[in-house]
């Protein structure tokens, strides 16, 4: 039996057809027992944007934008959830827009490359439930304010935030590499560069880090890559792994970072035709750490996409984002974690928390204790305020839904905009 897609590694037949590899990949599932004792691995994680997860993702975060195009103080809370030729939505939605869901729906299937029963999605054929209904008014009478600015927090939640010196996104660079990884794996389809790779995909990179004097974590070579790609019938798996190297590895991570020792897992499972909906179920909300920081830092509650910024899981996590890279940027620390908790229906914050690590810098006397408050003086982290100034209310969302919400430099992505502190 072949393994359905990138989630599912409970594969029989792979222990008997592993893939033959070229010249240059280690085929080596033995790990690296040579790991400097003063270092360690850390592992990233990422999925295509038609990934059975993230195509949910992405028609939750269409219809928000459908939403907000036409009614942009929509209240929207969407759920997704897709298998063998059929798309379920389901949630809660006031609105004043007249919205056509099933076509919003079927182009973002179309979008993701599923137009064919072949691949178990066809935007043209698939079967299509919505089924939705308006926000509870117990809900709805705790959040309206006469002013944006003091509108309570649509639900209660956690948020964290993350932001580090490892990039010039300021970012963890297992996170970035295994990202950058999918986003090429999915652009060498879609541009015809590698004609045998289907829809579905996954990447996985294992950093081995050092601490440098100041405690800081500091990438120094990539450990291991892993790249499961859905692939069409005919083609082997040595023009796979050769493929996958030269046009998606190559491209994407710096020389530098590779060696003679780094591993290379190029479709280890042996075979990966079977893909998409039709070998796994996919929801909205199941990939937050591909979403957010690739394990570094925390999560909080609450997924992100499908909700309008009313939500703070969505907007609340954002700010936290921005005040993080605000404070590494502004060199009061080498990298840091921010936590911000909301109440349903309060517009402040219950608390606010920043965590450098041990590497606040001291900068204009600022301690590790003290960085909550300037946070509190410089942010104003009522939801509503949030909403207003990083200019949520626009159709943004789906671009977030794939290839994470963070460390991208998009002319939208406010909470990217560093902010002088």
């Known amino acids: 039996a072949a393994p359905p897609s990138a989630d599912d590694t409970n594969n029989p037949s792979s ?14 599932s033995t790990e690296d027992t040579n790991t400097p004792a003063d270092s360690f691995l850390f592992a990233s994680e990422s999925v295509t944007e038609s990934h059975p997860d993230k195509l949910c993702d992405t028609i939750s975060d269409a ?16 759920e997704t959830v897709c298998k063998t030729g059929v798309v379920i939505i389901f949630g809660e939605i006031t609105t004043s ?21 072949a691949k178990g ?86 950093m081995e880090y050092v601490m440098n004097n100041d405690g800081v974590p500091t990438p120094k070579r990539v450990h291991s890559i892993i790249i499961s790609a859905q692939h069409a019938e005919e083609v082997s798996n040595d023009k796979i792994s050769a493929d996958l190297l030269e046009h998606v590895v190559k491209p994407v991570v ?3 970072y590779l060696d003679d020792k780094t591993i290379y897992h190029m479709n280890p499972s042996g075979r990966f035709v079977i893909g998409g909906p039709h070998s796994d179920a996919g929801l909205t909300g199941r990939k937050p750490i591909v ?22 899981d969505r907007s609340g996590a954002y ?11 502004a060199g009061y620390c080498h990298r840091c974690c ?43 982290l009522r939801p509503g305020c949030i909403v207003k100034e990083l200019d949520l209310r626009r159709p943004i969302m789906r671009k977030t839904a794939a290839y994470g919400h963070f460390g991208r430099e998009e002319e939208e992505f406010k909470w990217e905009k560093v902010k002088d502190i």
């Open 338 to 380: 921010v936590q911000l908790s909301y109440a349903i229906g309060l517009a402040q914050p219950i608390s606010v928390h920043v965590d450098t690590y041990g590497t606040c810098t001291n900068k204009n006397g600022q301690t590790e204790q003290s960085l909550a408050k300037l946070v509190e003086t410089k942010f104003d």
């Open 121 to 206: 999605l066809d935007y043209k054929t698939c079967n299509v439930i919505v089924a939705l209904e308006e926000q509870s008014p117990d809900i709805a009478q705790s959040v309206d304010s006469t002013k944006v600015e003091d509108m309570g927090a649509g639900d209660s939640s956690v948020v964290f935030g993350y932001a580090c010196e490892e990039t010039p996104e300021f970012m963890p660079m297992s996170h970035s590499l295994a990202t950058k990884l999918s986003a090429r794996l999915a652009a060498v389809r879609k541009d015809g560069t590698l004609d045998w790779i289907r829809p579905d995909g996954k990447t996985q990179v294992t």
């Open 15 to 28: 222990a008997t057809q592993q893939p033959s590899t070229p010249t240059g990949i280690t085929a080596t």
């Open 97 to 117: 827009a007249s919205i056509n869901y099933e076509q919003v729906i079927r182009d973002a299937v179309r979008d993701a490359g599923y137009d064919d029963p």
């Open 291 to 312: 979403d957010s920081y690739g394990g570094w830092g925390s999560y909080g509650g609450g997924t992100l996409s499908g909700k309008d910024a009313t939500k703070v």
């Open 319 to 329: 700010a936290a984002r921005w005040i993080a890279k605000s404070l590494v940027a």
């Open 63 to 78: 219809i928000v934008d459908a939403c907000l195009t036409l009614d942009p103080s929509s209240r929207v809370a969407c």
């Open 254 to 256: 710096p020389e530098k």
